[in-house]
């Protein structure tokens, strides 16, 4: 495989399409921050930009509020995330109606992790939906939404096995599902052999590659063994001795996400959604590297 030679292709940024994740500000200086991020990776013309939604349903009215100021503020199409935790259905079918009101119709609908934490057993909250399937189910009552909804490459870490798995996202996918959303990983294969089975699962929606810009190495070895995620040696390897770099850190961070975008795009894949961590230098260079271009910096090259 020949990466150099693919990016330098012209016409490669009209082959990938991307979205944005960005999570709820919890300041005012967060906020600041968001919509500086918000405001350099619009013109990149993401297909949407989604908003998370915080673990236990912490952040609903943050949540509602980020979306409702990228629909009066922006050109962007957001997408809601919602989770099941923490709330009756009464209750959560309040939220779908008031987004729906608001003119949202994507959701990126989730089961949520257990309120006491990931590793504890999860309770469905009483009289609420019990996971991501029936959720999906609920949205569809409400209208005909577009609906995102999670897939695990390296499999949940509460799945037995990926037949367990992979048979929740065919459920979430009969229900009304219309695309899926990966974790993050690193390793290609992964995410290659994991589209394979739930091809032959029979499920044929797009499973779109959740891309993470390592913006802080330490940070995502964490959250990676929480959420059932590898860390390959090779890529512990190449922040080595970089923690009080960070310039070098995000230079390093950019060359290895594009790397593993062009690597994806070699394999056939146009679609892919970028965890932002609400910062945008890595998600725009990164795009920039892959060919995807703000429409002036095209017009200004045009007219030069
Ligand atoms: P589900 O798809 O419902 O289930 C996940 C797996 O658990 C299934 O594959 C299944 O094997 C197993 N499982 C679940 N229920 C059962 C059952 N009854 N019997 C047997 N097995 C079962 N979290 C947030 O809090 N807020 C967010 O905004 C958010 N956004 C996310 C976006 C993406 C793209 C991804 C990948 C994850 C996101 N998460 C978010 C994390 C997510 O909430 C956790 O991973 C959570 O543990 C599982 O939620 P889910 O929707 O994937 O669950």
New binding site residues.
């Given amino acids: 495989m020949n990466h150099f030679r693919l990016s330098r292709r012209p016409d490669i940024g009209e082959k990938i399409r991307v979205s944005f994740e960005f999570f709820p500000p919890k300041s005012d200086e967060m906020e600041e921050r968001l919509w500086d991020t918000v405001k350099r990776l619009a013109p990149l013309s993401p297909r949407f930009v989604s908003v998370?939604?915080?673990?236990g349903g912490s952040t609903r009215e943050r949540t509602i509020r980020t979306v409702r100021r990228i629909l009066k503020e922006t050109d962007l199409l957001p997408a809601a995330?919602l989770?099941c935790?923490g709330a009756d259905r009464v209750e959560i079918d309040g939220v779908i109606a008031e987004f729906a009101t608001m003119g949202v119709n994507h959701f990126?609908a989730?089961?949520?992790?257990p309120p006491e934490g990931?590793g504890s057993a999860?309770r469905p909250f009483p009289g609420g939906y019990?996971?991501?399937?029936e959720l999906v189910a609920g949205l569809k009552r409400h209208g005909d939404f577009d609906i995102s909804?999670?897939?695990?490459p390296e499999k949940?870490p509460?799945?037995p096995d990926f037949a367990?798995?992979i048979e929740?996202?065919k459920r979430?996918v009969d229900n009304g599902a219309t695309r899926a959303?990966?974790?993050f990983f690193f390793d290609n294969d992964l995410y290659e052999r994991y589209v394979e089975r739930v091809r032959r699962a029979g499920i044929y929606i797009p499973i779109v590659p959740?891309i993470l810009p390592v913006h802080n190495i330490g940070q995502v070895v964490n959250f990676s063994a929480r959420?059932g995620a590898h860390v390959p040696d090779w890529l512990r390897e190449r922040f080595e001795g970089l923690e009080r770099d960070p310039q070098t850190h995000a230079l390093v961070a950019a060359a290895v996400a594009a790397e593993q975008v062009l690597d994806l795009v070699e394999r056939g894949v146009g679609d892919f959604h970028f965890y932002t961590m609400n910062r945008a230098d890595l998600a725009f260079a990164i795009c920039h590297m892959i060919g995807i271009r703000r429409e002036v910096a095209r017009t200004d090259s045009a007219a030069a």
């Fill in positions: 998370t939604y915080g673990a995330h989770t935790v990126v989730l089961r949520g992790d990931v999860y019990a996971n991501g399937a909804v999670s897939a695990y949940h509460e799945s367990t798995d929740m996202l979430k959303i990966t974790q959740g959420c």
